[in-house]
């Protein structure tokens, strides 16, 4: 660890820094209000930063792609602002931001309450603001660094709050982030000793429930969880949950003979019945379906549409849907649901020209055919079908490496492309300590938080690439080259990529010409 030590002109442009940043937040409080999106804060504070002659140091930093981290109620930190996240009455926003002013970096977060919000929600700003101002008490030359945590871990646990530990504060200079990190819980040895001339970042992150955060799906927003079930699920009860119910859709002409509980598809004893959970299957038969009303309309097209090619009852398709235009879409569906090759065509050949149909024009084609019923049963898993039903990952890689040269990460694109001459499949590796220390400094994440990602993301990978390939994620044999970054770095693997591109292009150029 090597803690930077200013001297007594760098505090005062660290201060200047400081000073500067005050005014931003200040400035921004009037904008902070219902109605506002994240994204319109976003833009007016980064226009403060730069009219003062400084430059927003968030701002890509490790790719983040805001100015500010805005983040809102239980999303702790690194919320990345958005159109679509508007401020509501009752909102608790929370806006971290920092500037950079003559190569030094300054780094506060705010939180303020807009309009009317709960006690608990008051208490909990209140708490964690005094957190800080404990913290600071201990930040004097001679004392520790864990004496600053143990200030604010003490103060937080009073109220039974939970600390984040994936988070801390820490060092901030000529650099945003410098050594020491600063957590905000006691540690087991005293840390560094302090000495005047040190430049901190105190972040106290305090959660109403547990300590624990998740990363929401952009992998910057942290929330955190209220409960254990909270922290199991992955969800919390603040949620807006839409309710899932699995519908089984049988598209077959004659009556459904199937089991429709678990119950009928096994051979439970009579004394284990009572024991045996039943699972209802929750049937839909498209041919019986006809005092059914659907709120999405292509729904209920595709439904009626259907139970009257089953019927033969032309005349009201002709009468309902002579004028009516149908997506090309639809009627590729409609036609797979009735076995109707003739109206898929249509329908494909109706998209070239503007991508609808007239179910009139498709009437003498369904009649010639004679619609073949009653011979398919499954499932109708999604009403809105890709355009293409013979695309697939694999042929869109394809199409794509036929356009030109390209580099495609992932996807099984060695295997896919395999018949390619001019194919070049690396892989990529490093120590695995070495993975952890990258990726920790990348997105600023502790050790074990960073562990715990790569670790899931290998195993994603390997059951992913394993699967499709019948190869092994990982194992040499299975890619022309493999790089150790850890040892190459990441320049020196790309000089090694475009090398054996080199050699790859030279070989191609000489059997062609021996083949000529």
Request: glycine share 8%; hydrophobic share 35%.
């Amino acid at each position: 660890m090597s803690v930077s030590i200013k001297t007594a002109q760098e505090i005062e442009l660290m201060r200047e820094s400081g000073h500067l940043l005050e005014k931003v937040h200040d400035g921004l409080i009037p904008y902070i209000k219902p109605g506002m999106s994240t994204k319109e804060i976003d833009r007016i504070g980064e226009d403060m930063i730069r009219s003062m002659g400084c430059i927003p140091n968030f701002l890509n930093y490790g790719g983040f792609p805001g100015s500010f981290c805005i983040s809102l109620n239980d999303e702790v930190v690194h919320g990345i602002p958005s159109e679509d996240k508007i401020i509501q009455d009752g909102d608790l926003v929370k806006i971290d931001a920092g500037l950079i002013y003559k190569g030094y970096h300054s780094d506060a977060a705010r939180t303020y309450a807009v309009g009317e919000v709960s006690k608990e929600a008051k208490q909990l700003m209140d708490v964690t603001r005094q957190c800080f101002f404990e913290g600071i008490k201990f930040a004097k030359a001679g004392n520790h660094l864990n004496d600053i945590s143990k200030a604010i871990g003490a103060y937080a646990a009073k109220y039974r709050y939970g600390i984040v530990r994936d988070l801390v504060g820490h060092g901030i200079g000529t650099h945003l982030h410098e050594d020491p990190q600063i957590p905000n819980f006691p540690q087991k040895r005293r840390g560094v000793k302090l000495l005047p001339g040190m430049t901190l970042a105190i972040e106290p992150m305090i959660n109403m429930g547990r300590a624990d955060v998740c990363w929401l799906d952009d992998e910057w927003t942290e929330k955190g969880f209220e409960s254990s079930d909270e922290f199991l699920s992955n969800l919390k009860r603040t949620d807006r949950l839409h309710p899932v119910i699995s519908l089984c859709v049988y598209y077959g002409e004659k009556e459904w003979d199937g089991p429709f509980c678990l119950a009928d598809m096994l051979e439970i004893p009579e004394k284990l019945k009572p024991l045996v959970s039943d699972y209802k299957m929750n049937l839909l038969q498209l041919r019986k379906s006809g005092s059914l009303r659907f709120h999405n309309p292509d729904v209920d097209t595709v439904f009626d549409v259907s139970r009257s090619i089953y019927e033969k009852d032309f005349q009201k398709i002709n009468t309902v849907y002579k004028e009516k235009a149908i997506p090309a879409e639809l009627g590729v569906v409609i036609g797979a649901i009735t076995e109707s090759q003739k109206l898929i065509n249509h329908a494909l050949q109706s998209e070239k020209k503007g991508g609808q149909i007239y179910m009139c024009g498709a009437l003498e084609e369904l009649v010639n055919e004679g619609v073949e019923r009653g011979k398919q049963e499954g499932i109708l898993a999604n009403i809105r079908i890709c355009k293409n039903l013979n695309a697939s990952k694999a042929d869109t890689i394809k199409n794509i490496a036929k356009e030109g040269p390209c580099v495609i990460v992932g996807r099984c694109a060695d295997y896919a492309l395999s018949e390619f001459d001019n194919m070049l499949s690396v892989f990529v590796h490093a120590d695995l300590e070495k993975r952890i220390r990258r990726v920790a400094r990348k997105n600023e994440l502790t050790d074990a938080t960073a562990k715990d990602r790569i670790q899931k993301t290998d195993k994603r990978r390997a059951s992913y690439y394993n699967y499709y390939t019948s190869k092994k994620w990982g194992d040499a044999a299975s890619y022309n080259l493999s790089l150790d970054s850890g040892v190459l770095g990441i320049d020196g693997c790309v000089q090694m990529i475009k090398k054996a591109i080199e050699i790859k292009e030279e070989r191609l150029a000489k059997n062609n010409r021996e083949v000529k």
